[in-house]
């Protein structure tokens, strides 16, 4: 199993930026893909970017290209969201999520495990 705690949330101007970490638990974190995902009140959870297990390939969603990066320190054992550029509708609740397939899966259905999230607020 795999336990995960993100952290780095906080407020911040829109325009402004923030880096979210994800520590994870476990010895075999690196052989899993990992995601993240945020959610809005009264929204569905969405993705957000996910990387491969290496860290060789990386996706977001279309919405955040240009402005975040997904990165990952197999050694430490932590998944990174950098994000920059924030909007006031980016506030929410931002989890980590981890994939124990080979796959880099984008739908929230397909990870195993789940952080317990960090909030992003972005004021305008």
């Known amino acids: 199993q795999v336990q995960l705690e993100e952290s780095g949330g906080g407020l911040v101007q829109a325009g402004g930026s923030l880096r979210l970490s994800c520590a994870a638990s476990?010895?075999?974190?690196?052989?899993?893909?990992m995601g993240w995902f945020r959610q809005a009140p009264g929204k569905e959870r969405e993705f957000v970017a996910a990387i491969s297990w290496r860290g060789a390939s990386q996706y977001y969603a279309d919405s955040v290209k240009g402005r975040f990066t997904i990165s990952r320190d197999n050694v430490k054992n932590t998944v990174y969201l950098q994000m920059n550029s924030l909007k006031p509708e980016e506030t929410g609740v931002y989890y980590c999520?981890?994939?124990?397939?080979?796959?880099?899966?984008?739908?929230?259905?397909?990870?195993?495990?789940w952080g317990q999230g960090t909030q992003v607020t972005v004021s305008s």
């Open positions: 476990g010895r075999t974190f690196s052989s899993y893909a």
């Open positions: 999520a981890a994939d124990r397939s080979s796959r880099v899966p984008t739908g929230p259905g397909d990870y195993d495990y």
